[in-house]
Nanobody, 114 residues
Framework: QVQLVESGGGLVQAGGSLRLSCTASGSIFRFSTMAWYRQVPGKQRELVAAITMGGRTNYADSVKDRFTISRDNAKNTVSLQMNGLKPEDTAVYYC????????WGQGTQVTVSS
């Protein structure tokens, strides 16, 4: 059983930055695509960014050039650096393991005030 634990959410003003981190248990982390999703009430969960085992990244158009996903296989950690935050980035952010996610974290709230 894989457990994903997120940290780093919070309240920030528009234009500010936050860094989310997710630590995974288990030995398959380094072989897995890892991703960050987000969800607002009443809407579907959406992919924000993903990073493959080999380090290839993919971003939602809405966050390109503002967010950066990275991973540290030695620490079983994936991070999301979020710069230039906008009120529309407000959501619960989830860490996920797998190209079609098999495991999810509990979520961390990010609130961006205008």
């Amino acid at each position: 059983q894989v457990q994903l634990v997120e940290s780093g959410g919070g309240l920030v003003q528009a234009g500010g930055s936050l860094r989310l981190s997710c630590t995974a248990s288990g030995s398959i982390f380094r072989f897995s695509t890892m991703a960050w999703y987000r969800q607002v009430p009443g809407k579907q969960r959406e992919l924000v960014a993903a990073i493959t085992m080999g380090g290839r990244t993919n971003y939602a158009d809405s966050v390109k050039d503002r967010f950066t996903i990275s991973r540290d296989n030695a620490k079983n950690t994936v991070s999301l650096q979020m710069n230039g935050l906008k009120p529309e980035d407000t959501a619960v952010y989830y860490c996920a393991q797998g190209a079609t996610p098999t495991y999810w974290g509990q979520g961390t709230q990010v609130t961006v005030s205008s």
